[in-house]
């Protein structure tokens, strides 16, 4: 089994710049959930799919992050425009549902300057 | 909404020394799970306790699950500099909704 998968590994852009992170989730597995983590505030839970749909997408910071799941093995985070405080890493889990355990993938390291 | 909190925030223990990390829950838990992250990498499943008062042991690892299925521990005996990372524990609310991390306890082993 490949695991979560995630691309690109690391980003760097500029501010104002939009940026797309991808994830492919484990095979079989129907929840996803996108996660951001930050010396400061830690792991952050951003958004949870179930069934490819969004359940709940209280913890996007705002309107410039957008997330999406178009079928069952594929999933974007999306930030534009892109600022300089959204320099974080951004992990893609899955699992078999809601409070089953959690597959991480690599992250993706995400700097804006 | 439901809240899990996590202490200490940091830990730093000579390599031999026992550490502990305490997760305490607002609610009631379905169960409790524990990660580890190495540092750069990204957090690993260790462990799921299901029962009320379960106590769950991996090699140095225990796990503990309360009684009142509130609160949970983790006690590394005889810490190694392999143990370092940061300690993350996990609650699933009774609703069946997605787990709720706590902050994570990073621990420092120092030979």
């Known amino acids: 089994d490949a695991g979560v998968i995630q691309s690109p590994r690391h980003e760097v852009t500029e501010m104002g710049q939009e940026v797309t992170l991808r994830c492919k989730p484990i095979?079989?597995?129907?929840?996803l959930f996108w996660y951001r983590q930050t010396m400061m505030r830690g792991l952050e839970l951003l958004i949870y799919?179930?069934?490819?749909?969004?359940?709940?997408d209280s913890g996007m910071p705002e309107d410039r992050f957008s997330a999406k799941m178009p079928n069952a093995s594929f999933s974007t985070l999306k930030i534009q425009p892109s600022e300089p405080r959204d320099s974080a890493v951004y992990f893609c889990?899955?699992?078999?549902?809601?409070?089953?355990?959690?597959?991480f993938g690599p992250g993706t390291r995400l700097l804006v300057l | 909404g439901q809240q899990v909190m996590q202490i200490p925030q940091y830990q730093h223990v000579q390599e031999g020394e026992d550490f502990t990390t305490y997760c305490n829950s607002s609610?009631?838990?379905?169960?409790i799970q524990w990660y580890k992250q190495r540092p750069g990498g990204h957090p690993v499943f260790l462990i799921q306790?299901?029962?009320?008062?379960e106590v769950k042991k991996q090699k140095r690892l225990t796990f503990q699950f309360g009684e009142a299925k509130k609160n949970s521990s983790l006690h590394i005996t005889a810490t190694q500099t392999t143990d370092v990372g940061t300690y993350f524990c996990?609650?699933?609310?009774?609703?069946?909704?997605?787990?709720?991390f706590g902050k994570g306890t990073s621990l420092l082993v120092t030979p």
């Open positions: 609610t009631t838990l379905s169960n």
């Open positions: 996990a609650g699933g609310g009774n609703s069946g909704y997605a787990l709720n």
């Open positions: 889990a899955s699992s078999r549902g809601g409070v089953e355990t959690q597959y």
């Open positions: 799919f179930n069934n490819n749909v969004p359940i709940d």
């Open positions: 095979s079989g597995h129907n929840s």
């Open positions: 306790l299901v029962k009320s008062g």
